[in-house]
């Protein structure tokens, strides 16, 4: 792997004599190359921006075209609106049988206006695959590894939140339709851009009766007029009017449910768990992504990016749900290294430190198929001035940041308006794109951050090595053929919940190369105790290899040898070892 | 996918023929009388009475051609063996398909024949009786009836073809014991009855004895009460993929009983992935969100609770929290506000089916039942159709009422007999005793057999003839499915409607209005169960006042709560300044309980 990355130094510096200049740690004509950067990428991607669904799909298609060993693209299924639901496949093609390397789940944007898990995930499969060949570490990633990204999982709800006026908010929902004030009509009173603006924002009126007034500080923001005096505004809740002309004003939004409520694990019904929608797997984005993730027993590990608050969630989501302690063990070391790799990030428990929500996407991805997930809610208000937002009387952080950082760009003047409804009123608030969100300048750092994150994640899956296979002649044609298999990495081969519920199958530890008699998993090497496995003695079934662990095995052979032992784990990989 | 249905029926009928007498020579120990009762009851007749799913695509198509006007027949889904999940909608003119609807729901449990039966001879005689009986005709023209009368047709399939076996399943390609291998190891014919039954293998290492109230049965031993066990007890089957299990990995994957959302219980036998993992069962969910008009469910199956009506349990939530609430988890038990509902509808369902006993209802778990109510926020009616009763109950009966029941009454359960064992043991013994008196073909005596599995070992099979504990012998058949079918009319009759009573116009001033109404409900049922004014899917009356005046005071539309049944008002005003004369239109709208309009103009005093 040196010589190759040697070689193609070698090949870079030869071209840059040809062009005349000559320095040895440029990359890049006319720059020095920075690191954990790729100098030279072969597919260009803007990371100040954040990209539609058919963009998406573009740079999904030029890094397959331009990585074909390293990176397809395809779709897991179809949205509501038709629009597939990408999948970048990221893995060394070359090196192993993809379906048999411990897997890495991605995906991003459940929520429609937490968009910008899509550009981290996105990031990652860029990132991965134009580093390779650069960085050692990448390259073993890769022959190791595979990663499934999926950047969006709700590309009608992406979609609209891109291209519609909304708020920082909305649409939180995707895009099936719902009749949410149960009046047997489907989105007819939804938020509307009044003034034609392209943004929704707020609505505030002149009211000597009202209890707010503008800070002196800054003017654009409305605060509370003290206890003793008189305020000077009101507000009238978001820009839209009465459509429907029952009275009430925007009571019917578009789509009407959420999407991270839709999981079956612990889902329970609307009128327990708003946004549960009729039942587990009604979207069909939901039921692609469960399909998927069932199809592949060789995922391990998970994330699933939201924004925002700065955290590194795990389940469960429900006090009564309980994640099972060898698991637990194992989350924590995770969670200790990402709040390492992610300052203002805090590693949480979903129902203990933030809610209780039943039938997310994490407790299923956990619950039901026992594999290690975590969700990292993006951004936080930490990054404004990096250090922990305190409360203040006269300004925010948000509004010294949009006057210090952002000139102003973040802030839609209040302006006035006359309200079909309230008269006259003035709209005005920040855009969609602050608040959940990070401007242009910190999305690359805040993306290659998180990344690190799940390519921690990613390395840490099981690992199974044959580590040794010895022999032993017992006489009368027998030889005792003795393999300690080991898990080099920290996660199990199966976690504590996949165990006890036999979820996936176990680690099979195959014996070929002569005649089985007998076989036996040495529980206690030093003292020689075993448990025989009395069935189909050749194929020993090993229900986990604890991380950084290993188990040992043994048969009894009649005649035959060389002996090939090979470890089929089926989220820590195959490998086989010969006996001398 | 319909084809020639008759043509088949010839097979299994032989099938069931050869397979009961092979049973039945091997059960010892009968009565005389029960032994003549054997010469009556044929389980041949049965094979040819009950339906194939070839045969119930055909009798569906043969009633909908014969009522064009009356019935419609969808295919919903399909199940994995390619199946059809029929929906048959019966109900008369224009607004069939946007009025108050009974839903049933049949056969999700696989074994449970009868409850397709009960369906389609309510279909049948509903729609047969259309234009003949007045009170039908006059039903059928108000409500609509949707059946879905096979909802696990690969399971129910396997009544029909040998060797006999009580199939949970749909056809799903699974691997249940995670071997690399799926549907590697079922039930097997051991001893070539062309059945399968239980086997159980002499051995004091096993967990089970011989029941000494029925010594047929074989039940755990309670050690701590001093009985030994000894016997293994297992499916009659060989161990198939050598791993020292028992049918572990049986044919097929899911179970639709048990694969919706109340209750369920990931990673159990045959319940699938996930909740609505199998397509026959989404399918259903499907269909209510799509008819907004069900009012009320009828479920045939596993569960019963119109022999035992649910009842309202103040259960404490988490951590103390309400039930019903994020905080305190799902409701355990349903609401107070429904109780009664339930124990009035039970009671007229035991009144109009002369019923009685008390079957055992399967647990509410992933079952469709309790979906209906806690998910779908319906009121549902659940039975077993028909159920063995001890003989000993049955002559009480007999001398008591005498009623009707189609064989499957028979007398109080209340006085079950103080058995030990749970009640399952208490129903298991009931059934003996009445397949011994009545069908004792439903009853396969233990016979040794010789089994590869366990050499040396004496292995005897034997057991419940399958099907023979959920489903009546074909002579009681009619009787059971007319009785269901009074009900299902009854029931159909009891769907709320919505009525205005009046709309009053009193004048407050000059072009100053105060309108009241009053909207009531002249159905039985109100126009909302109380879970389902907290569940989503039902839908609320909506009341409108159509007017060119302004509407001062009140809502222009306006979603009202639950309306009692049995005449129940609810009054609503508007204070409406408009001009004197012109007319005002107030409009009550439900999918359950129709639509209603009355137009008064704004004048008076």
């Given at each position: 792997m040196h010589m190759h990355i040697h070689h193609r130094m070698a090949l870079a510096g030869a071209a840059l004599l040809l062009s005349g200049l000559t320095t040895p740690l440029a990359a890049q004509a006319g720059a020095l190359a920075a690191l954990g950067s790729p100098p030279d990428p072969k597919v260009p991607v803007h990371w100040d921006r954040w990209f539609d669904h058919a963009t998406i799909g573009k740079i999904g298609r030029d890094l397959a075209a331009a990585h074909p060993n390293r990176c397809r693209l395809g779709s897991i299924g179809k949205s509501h609106e038709g629009r597939d639901l990408w999948v970048i496949t990221v893995t060394n093609f070359d090196v192993g049988e993809e379906r048999k390397k411990p897997g890495m789940y991605i995906d991003g944007n459940i929520h429609s206006n937490e968009i910008q898990g899509s550009e981290y995930s996105l990031y990652t499969a860029w990132w991965l695959c134009e580093m390779a060949d650069r960085v050692p570490a990448v390259d073993s990633l890769l022959d190791e590894r595979v990663f499934y990204i999926v950047p969006t999982i709700n590309p009608d709800g992406r979609e609209h939140y891109l291209k519609q006026a909304n708020t920082a908010s909305s649409p939180r929902t995707g895009a099936v339709p719902r009749d949410n004030d149960g009046d047997g009509l489907v989105d007819e009173d939804i938020a509307n851009d009044l003034n034609g603006d392209g943004h929704i924002t707020m609505m505030r009126r002149r009211n000597p009766n009202g209890r707010l007034v503008t800070s002196p500080e800054d003017s654009r923001f409305m605060i509370g007029a003290r206890a003793d005096q008189p305020g000077e505004w009101e507000m009238l809740g978001q820009e839209g009017f009465d459509q429907d002309g029952d009275g009430s004003v925007n009571e019917d939004p578009g789509g009407g449910y959420d999407p991270n409520r839709n999981w079956p694990w612990r889902w329970v019904p609307q009128y327990v768990q708003g946004g549960a929608d009729a039942y587990p797997g009604s979207l069909p984005e939901t039921r692609a992504v469960m399909r998927f993730i069932i199809d592949r027993p060789n995922i391990a590990g998970a994330q699933s990016y939201h924004n925002s608050g700065g955290m590194i969630l795990r389940g469960p989501g429900v006090p009564q749900d309980e994640y099972r302690p060898a698991d637990v063990r194992v989350y924590d070391q995770l969670g200790a290294v990402g709040e390492q790799i992610l300052p203002g990030y805090r590693y949480m428990i979903v129902w203990k430190d933030l809610y209780t929500a039943w039938g997310g996407e994490l407790d299923w991805i956990y619950g039901a198929r026992g594999i290690l997930t975590f969700s990292n809610e993006l951004f936080t208000p930490f990054k404004y001035f990096e250090k922990p937002v305190e409360r203040e009387a006269y300004d925010s952080p948000q509004y010294r940041f949009d006057r210090l950082l952002l000139m102003g760009e973040a802030f839609v003047p209040w302006t006035p308006f006359d309200h079909p409804q309230y008269g006259p009123v003035e709209i005005g608030g920040f855009k969609k794109n602050f608040g959940r969100v990070e401007p242009g300048f910190m999305i690359q750092a805040e993306a290659h951050r998180n990344m690190m994150f799940t390519l921690y994640q990613a390395g840490q899956m099981p690992l199974v090595r044959v580590d040794s296979v010895m022999t032993r002649a017992m006489g009368g044609g027998l030889t005792e053929v003795t393999a300690i298999i080991a898990n080099k990495r920290l996660a199990p081969t199966h976690t504590q919940q996949d165990v006890e519920n036999d979820i996936s199958r176990p680690d099979w530890i195959t014996l070929t190369g002569g005649d089985v008699v007998a076989s036996a998993i040495v529980t206690n090497p030093l003292q020689n105790i075993s448990t025989e496995q009395t069935h189909r003695p050749a194929r020993v079934n090993v229900a986990n290899i604890p991380g950084m662990g290993t188990v040992t095995v043994r048969w009894i052979v009649r005649g035959g040898g060389p002996f090939t032992v090979t470890a089929d784990s089926p989220k820590g990989g195959v490998h086989s070892a010969r006996s001398r | 996918m319909i084809v020639a249905p008759w043509a088949r029926a010839a097979r299994p009928r032989a099938v069931w023929?050869?397979?009961?007498?092979?049973?039945?020579?091997?059960?010892?120990?009968?009565?005389?009388?029960?032994?003549?009762?054997?010469?009556?009851?044929?389980?041949?007749?049965?094979?040819?009475?009950?339906?194939?799913?070839?045969?119930?695509?055909?009798?569906?198509?043969?009633?909908?051609?014969?009522?064009?006007?009356?019935?419609?027949?969808?295919?919903?889904?399909?199940?994995?063996?390619?199946?059809?999940?029929?929906?048959?909608?019966?109900?008369?003119?224009?607004?069939?398909?946007?009025?108050?609807?009974?839903?049933?729901?049949?056969?999700?449990?696989?074994?449970?024949?009868?409850?397709?039966?009960?369906?389609?001879?309510?279909?049948?005689?509903?729609?047969?009786?259309?234009?003949?009986?007045?009170?039908?005709?006059?039903?059928?023209?108000?409500?609509?009836?949707?059946?879905?009368?096979?909802?696990?047709?690969?399971?129910?399939?396997?009544?029909?073809?040998?060797?006999?076996?009580?199939?949970?399943?749909?056809?799903?390609?699974?691997?249940?014991?995670?071997?690399?291998?799926?549907?590697?190891?079922?039930?097997?014919?051991?001893?070539?009855?062309?059945?399968?039954?239980?086997?159980?293998?002499?051995?004091?290492?096993?967990?089970?004895?011989?029941?000494?109230?029925?010594?047929?049965?074989?039940?755990?031993?309670?050690?701590?009460?001093?009985?030994?066990?000894?016997?293994?007890?297992?499916?009659?089957?060989?161990?198939?993929?050598?791993?020292?299990?028992?049918?572990?990995?049986?044919?097929?994957?899911?179970?639709?009983?048990?694969?919706?959302?109340?209750?369920?219980?990931?990673?159990?036998?045959?319940?699938?992935?996930?909740?609505?993992?199998?397509?026959?069962?989404?399918?259903?969910?499907?269909?209510?969100?799509?008819?907004?008009?069900?009012?009320?469910?009828?479920?045939?199956?596993?569960?019963?609770?119109?022999?035992?009506?649910?009842?309202?349990?103040?259960?404490?939530?988490?951590?103390?929290?309400?039930?019903?609430?994020?905080?305190?988890?799902?409701?355990?038990?349903?609401?107070?506000?429904?109780?009664?509902?339930?124990?009035?509808?039970?009671?007229?369902?035991?009144?109009?089916?002369?019923?009685?006993?008390?079957?055992?209802?399967?647990?509410?778990?992933?079952?469709?039942?309790?979906?209906?109510?806690?998910?779908?926020?319906?009121?549902?009616?659940?039975?077993?159709?028909?159920?063995?009763?001890?003989?000993?109950?049955?002559?009480?009966?007999?001398?008591?009422?005498?009623?009707?029941?189609?064989?499957?009454?028979?007398?109080?359960?209340?006085?079950?007999?103080?058995?030990?064992?749970?009640?399952?043991?208490?129903?298991?013994?009931?059934?003996?005793?009445?397949?011994?008196?009545?069908?004792?073909?439903?009853?396969?005596?233990?016979?040794?057999?010789?089994?590869?599995?366990?050499?040396?070992?004496?292995?005897?099979?034997?057991?419940?003839?399958?099907?023979?504990?959920?489903?009546?012998?074909?002579?009681?058949?009619?009787?059971?499915?007319?009785?269901?079918?009074?009900?299902?009319?009854?029931?159909?009759?009891?769907?709320?409607?919505?009525?205005?009573?009046?709309?009053?116009?009193?004048?407050?001033?000059?072009?100053?209005?105060?309108?009241?109404?009053?909207?009531?409900?002249?159905?039985?049922?109100?126009?909302?169960?109380?879970?389902?004014?907290?569940?989503?899917?039902?839908?609320?009356?909506?009341?409108?006042?159509?007017?060119?005046?302004?509407?001062?005071?009140?809502?222009?539309?306006?979603?009202?709560?639950?309306?009692?049944?049995?005449?129940?008002?609810?009054?609503?005003?508007?204070?409406?300044?408009?001009?004197?004369?012109?007319?005002?239109?107030?409009?009550?709208?439900?999918?359950?309980?129709?639509?209603?309009?009355?137009?008064?103009?704004?004048?008076?005093?």
């Open positions: - | 023929h050869v397979a009961l007498a092979a049973g039945v020579t091997a059960l010892a120990g009968l009565s005389p009388t029960a032994a003549a009762a054997q010469q009556g009851a044929s389980w041949t007749a049965d094979a040819s009475r009950y339906h194939t799913h070839a045969r119930l695509t055909a009798a569906l198509e043969s009633v909908r051609r014969a009522n064009p006007s009356l019935v419609t027949v969808e295919e919903l889904a399909r199940s994995p063996g390619g199946r059809t999940v029929h929906a048959v909608r019966l109900g008369a003119g224009a607004t069939v398909g946007d009025r108050p609807a009974l839903l049933i729901l049949a056969n999700a449990y696989g074994p449970h024949l009868v409850g397709s039966e009960i369906a389609l001879d309510a279909i049948r005689r509903l729609a047969g009786a259309y234009g003949r009986d007045t009170a039908i005709t006059a039903l059928l023209d108000r409500v609509t009836i949707y059946v879905l009368p096979r909802l696990n047709p690969d399971a129910a399939e396997a009544a029909f073809r040998r060797p006999l076996h009580e199939r949970l399943r749909n056809e799903a390609v699974t691997d249940d014991d995670n071997d690399g291998t799926p549907d590697d190891d079922g039930p097997a014919d051991v001893n070539g009855d062309g059945v399968i039954t239980m086997m159980r293998v002499t051995d004091p290492t096993g967990d089970w004895m011989a029941d000494p109230d029925e010594p047929m049965l074989m039940r755990r031993a309670d050690r701590a009460k001093g009985e030994r066990g000894t016997h293994r007890v297992m499916v009659e089957s060989r161990d198939a993929d050598k791993d020292g299990q028992f049918a572990e990995d049986p044919e097929g994957g899911t179970d639709i009983s048990i694969n919706f959302t109340n209750g369920y219980e990931f990673f159990a036998d045959g319940a699938g992935d996930h909740q609505f993992s199998a397509d026959e069962s989404r399918a259903v969910v499907d269909f209510y969100l799509a008819h907004p008009n069900i009012a009320a469910v009828y479920v045939l199956g596993a569960q019963d609770n119109l022999m035992r009506p649910w009842e309202h349990r103040r259960v404490p939530g988490i951590g103390g929290n309400p039930q019903g609430t994020s905080a305190g988890g799902p409701y355990s038990a349903i609401l107070a506000e429904d109780e009664p509902y339930f124990a009035e509808v039970s009671r007229r369902f035991k009144a109009t089916t002369g019923l009685t006993g008390t079957p055992l209802s399967a647990s509410l778990t992933g079952d469709p039942a309790s979906h209906a109510y806690y998910d779908m926020g319906r009121f549902v009616f659940a039975s077993r159709g028909w159920w063995p009763v001890a003989p000993a109950d049955t002559t009480r009966r007999a001398a008591g009422a005498g009623a009707a029941a189609g064989g499957a009454g028979g007398a109080a359960a209340a006085s079950t007999p103080a058995a030990s064992g749970d009640a399952s043991m208490t129903e298991q013994r009931a059934a003996v005793r009445w397949l011994r008196a009545n069908r004792p073909d439903g009853l396969i005596a233990w016979t040794p057999v010789q089994h590869p599995d366990f050499p040396g070992q004496t292995v005897e099979v034997g057991g419940f003839h399958p099907f023979a504990r959920w489903n009546p012998p074909a002579a009681q058949l009619d009787s059971v499915t007319g009785t269901h079918a009074r009900f299902i009319q009854q029931l159909a009759g009891m769907l709320p409607q919505i009525a205005i009573r009046d709309v009053r116009v009193a004048r407050v001033s000059d072009r100053v209005f105060r309108v009241t109404a009053h909207v009531g409900n002249d159905g039985y049922l109100p126009t909302l169960a109380s879970i389902g004014a907290r569940a989503r899917w039902p839908q609320r009356v909506r009341l409108e006042l159509d007017t060119r005046g302004e509407i001062a005071s009140g809502r222009k539309i306006q979603m009202l709560g639950a309306i009692a049944g049995s005449g129940a008002t609810e009054e609503v005003s508007w204070l409406v300044v408009g001009d004197p004369g012109s007319s005002i239109t107030v409009r009550a709208s439900s999918p359950v309980a129709g639509t209603v309009a009355r137009t008064v103009t704004l004048q008076g005093r």
